[in-house]
Structures are given as structure tokens and as C-alpha cells.
């Protein structure tokens, strides 16, 4: 299977004309055997999809569609280049938009009145150019439940936008690629909502140079039950209304981490940056974690509230965790805070830039070493308050 790279730099190299020298005008990275043009009608954009060739493209010319489409496998919806067509859906569907095995959406925008915007049901799948909005359950969901084999369920998404939706993705046992994009100001509609992307249940999930930010709840959530693995190069986790990214149950070691960080920028969120609860296997490599700022979170003691603000979290016997070369700038409470960690804790190299008030390195209620310049330790009965619930997952 090509890696996430290989299939960036192939649709990136691929030509934008491919239809014969008077097809439509595509967008990057999308090439037709032969093309269909739809009309203009929700009848017709159904007709010309049921009926479509595999590897061929299924023109929807430019306006509203009230209602939902399903594109079948192998089969690509594209509107033109400088052609605004906007799907709907319906309340009464699952979803605005269905694609199937192999099947591509490229330069449409989802303004979803169904629960989701785009759903994958099939694997294999390419997002380009697609703004997902206002979906009150999810942008875009990749699901799996039965014969889910991940490395084969690679799901790609290019440039897309998914804003103002009840959660931005989810990846559940399936592999998705994120490359670019922005995923902003997700919306709490209801439980387990108000976030920016969830991967879970043995996911795979990379992102490359994508923004997360604004989210209502928090920005990225990796839970680690059968073996989540997440991996975020150059990406902005910014503004988001709760934690930044948030880690739990993850089931990796020192050598094979399942949550690894690369020359991120985490900044301004709330509560926490970076937080892992009852997590093994976190590797952070460069970047910053700055301006996180305290808010009132739930403690251990139901009903009580708590005051928190830390850059990195690490809580409930989380270990295995490296920090090395990573920028701590002006968070609020503490640059890092370790309560009840566990074996495998260094944090190498960083630079640590506090304000009045600040503290740098925290570590308490730990019997193991965590190997770390300057740490500071509160006296019994004075540590940080800390918060760090399990969160609940969105359904389908």
C-alpha cells in the first residue's frame, strides 16, 4: 500500500485538465477516464451517480441540491473549478453525503441538514477541496464495525475544511490521512460532542499541516482502546474553548509510541495543551506549548470544581512519555504538571518561558523518577489540583 506521502505527492502531481482538451476544468489532483455532466436538478446529479462508470467523473453543475446523494464505488462527484454546488441532505437521512468504495468528492461544499455531512462507508476513499458545515453530528465519519482490517481502509483528505459541526471527524478503526485543511469550531450539540477530530477504537489517524482550532470541547481526542495510533507533523492545535489534545488509555511503549507529535504548535487552549490520562507511549519532538489558560474543570470529587491551566498533562499512572526540544511559553498555571506518573518520564531539552506566577516543571504524588531539569515538588497536602476524566465518545 502506498504510504500517506506517496499518495499526497501523486494526486499533487496529477493534471488538472484530464478530460480531453474540452473536459471541465478539475480541481488539482483529479483525473477522469470520461466525465458525465449531471445537469441541474437533484434528479438528474442521483440519475447520472447510479448510473456512473467506475474511475469516471460525475459533473454537478453549479447551485443547491436539497437533498442527499450517494456516490458509488469508484466513482468520482466533482463540481468545476470556480463552481459553487452545495449539498444539503435532509433531516430524514443519515447522512447529506455517502461514498463508497474508492469513491472521490472533490470542490463540494456540505452544508448538512442530515446528522452527518459526509459519510464513508466504503474504504479507500479521497476528500479534495471539501467544506463540511454545520452537521450536528459529525463532517465526516469513517467507520468501521465488522471485518476492519486498517492498513487497508486508508482514507484520504486534502484541503478540506470541516467547520461548525457537532464533531469535525471521526476515525473509528479505520486509517485516515489529513493532509492540510482546517477543522474549526465544532459545536457542543449534544453529549460527546463539541470536538475537533476523535480517533478510536484501533484507529490510525496522520495529520500533516492541518489547523484544529476553536472547538467548543477540545481539539483532538485519541483514545487508545485496541490500539489507536495517532500521528500529527506541523500541526496547529490553537484556541480550542477546551483541552488542546487529550490522550487516554493509549497502549504504546517508549520505543513504539501510539501518540506522536512533530514540530506542532499547541497555544491557547484551555485547561490543558498536551494532557494524557492512563496512558503508556507519548512522544513529543520539537514545537511549542504556550498560553494555555486556566479554566474551571471536574475534579475526582463529584460536583467540585477545579481551577487548571497547564502546558503538558500527565495524570493517572500515564508513562513512557518523552519530551525533547519542545518550547514551554507563558502557561498559565504550569509549563507541565506529572501527578501519579508512572516509569518512562524524561522530558529532554526543553526551554521553559514563565511569567510571574507561572511554575515550570511540576511533579507530585510520584514515586518514579521523571528525568527533567528543575523540577519543582509541593509539599503534601499542597499539591496542583488536577482534572482528568475519561471522555465520552460520539456515536455514528
Given at each position: 500500500m502506498r504510504s500517506f506521502v506517496a499518495v499526497a505527492l501523486t494526486l499533487?502531481?496529477?493534471?488538472?485538465?484530464?478530460?480531453?482538451?474540452?473536459?471541465?476544468?478539475?480541481?488539482?489532483?483529479?483525473?477522469?477516464?470520461h466525465s458525465v455532466?449531471?445537469?441541474?436538478?437533484?434528479?438528474?446529479?442521483?440519475?447520472?451517480?447510479?448510473?456512473?462508470?467506475?474511475?469516471?467523473?460525475v459533473i454537478a453543475a453549479a447551485g443547491t441540491y436539497d437533498g442527499e446523494v450517494t456516490v458509488p464505488a469508484s466513482v468520482k462527484l466533482v463540481a468545476e473549478v470556480g463552481d459553487l454546488v452545495e449539498i444539503k441532505g435532509s433531516a430524514s437521512a443519515p447522512a447529506a453525503v455517502t461514498l463508497g468504495?474508492?469513491?472521490?468528492?472533490?470542490?463540494?461544499?456540505?452544508?448538512?441538514?442530515?446528522r452527518i455531512g459526509v459519510l464513508l462507508e466504503g474504504r479507500g476513499t479521497f476528500l479534495v477541496s471539501v467544506v463540511v458545515t454545520g452537521a450536528p453530528g459529525a463532517g465526516v465519519v469513517d467507520w468501521c464495525e465488522e471485518d476492519c482490517r486498517v492498513e487497508e481502509s486508508m482514507t484520504t483528505l486534502i484541503n478540506v475544511e470541516l467547520s461548525?459541526?457537532?464533531?469535525?471527524?471521526?476515525?473509528?478503526?479505520?486509517?485516515?490521512?489529513?493532509?492540510?485543511?482546517?477543522?474549526?469550531?465544532?459545536?457542543?450539540?449534544?453529549?460527546?460532542?463539541?470536538?475537533?477530530?476523535?480517533?478510536?477504537?484501533?484507529a490510525v489517524l496522520k495529520m500533516n499541516g492541518t489547523l484544529v482550532e476553536g472547538n467548543e470541547e477540545l481539539g483532538v481526542l485519541v483514545d487508545g482502546a485496541l490500539g489507536t495510533d495517532?500521528?500529527?507533523?506541523?500541526?496547529?492545535?490553537?484556541g480550542n474553548k477546551g483541552r488542546g489534545i487529550w490522550a487516554q488509555g493509549l497502549l504504546g511503549t517508549m520505543a513504539s509510541p501510539k501518540l506522536k507529535l512533530s514540530a506542532c504548535t499547541i497555544e491557547s487552549n484551555r485547561l490543558v495543551g498536551l494532557g494524557a490520562r492512563s496512558s503508556r507511549g507519548i512522544s513529543v519532538q520539537g514545537g511549542?506549548?504556550?498560553?494555555?489558560?486556566i479554566a474551571k474543570a471536574a475534579s475526582s470529587v463529584p460536583g467540585v470544581l477545579v481551577d487548571v491551566g497547564d502546558g503538558i498533562g500527565l495524570f493517572e499512572?500515564?508513562?513512557?512519555?518523552?519530551?525533547?526540544?519542545?518550547?514551554?511559553?507563558?502557561?498559565?498555571?504550569?509549563?507541565?504538571?506529572?501527578?501519579?506518573?508512572?516509569?518512562?518520564?524524561?522530558?529532554?531539552?526543553?526551554?521553559l518561558k514563565q511569567q510571574n506566577g507561572q511554575l515550570g516543571l511540576v511533579v507530585q504524588r510520584t514515586m518514579d523518577t521523571v528525568v527533567a531539569p528543575m523540577i519543582f515538588t509541593p509539599m503534601p497536602g499542597q499539591e496542583l489540583s488536577v482534572s482528568s476524566p475519561t471522555l465520552g465518545l460520539p456515536t455514528r
Open positions: 499533487a502531481s496529477l493534471a488538472v485538465t484530464g478530460c480531453g482538451p474540452r473536459g471541465p476544468v478539475l480541481p488539482l489532483g483529479v483525473v477522469c477516464a455532466n449531471a445537469g441541474s436538478s437533484l434528479a438528474s446529479l442521483r440519475s447520472a451517480l447510479a448510473t456512473a462508470a467506475a474511475d469516471s467523473c468504495s474508492g469513491a472521490t468528492l472533490a470542490n463540494i461544499q456540505v452544508a448538512s441538514l442530515s461548525g459541526n457537532g464533531v469535525g471527524l471521526i476515525a473509528h478503526t479505520t486509517q485516515v490521512n489529513i493532509d492540510g485543511g482546517k477543522i474549526i469550531d465544532s459545536k457542543s450539540m449534544s453529549l460527546a460532542s463539541g470536538y475537533g477530530v476523535v480517533a478510536s477504537h484501533g495517532a500521528t500529527l507533523s506541523n500541526v496547529t492545535v490553537r511549542t506549548v504556550s498560553k494555555t489558560v499512572a500515564s508513562g513512557d512519555v518523552k519530551v525533547d526540544a519542545v518550547t514551554f511559553d507563558s502557561n498559565e498555571r504550569s509549563q507541565a504538571l506529572i501527578d501519579s506518573g508512572s516509569t518512562g518520564l524524561a522530558f529532554t531539552m526543553p526551554t
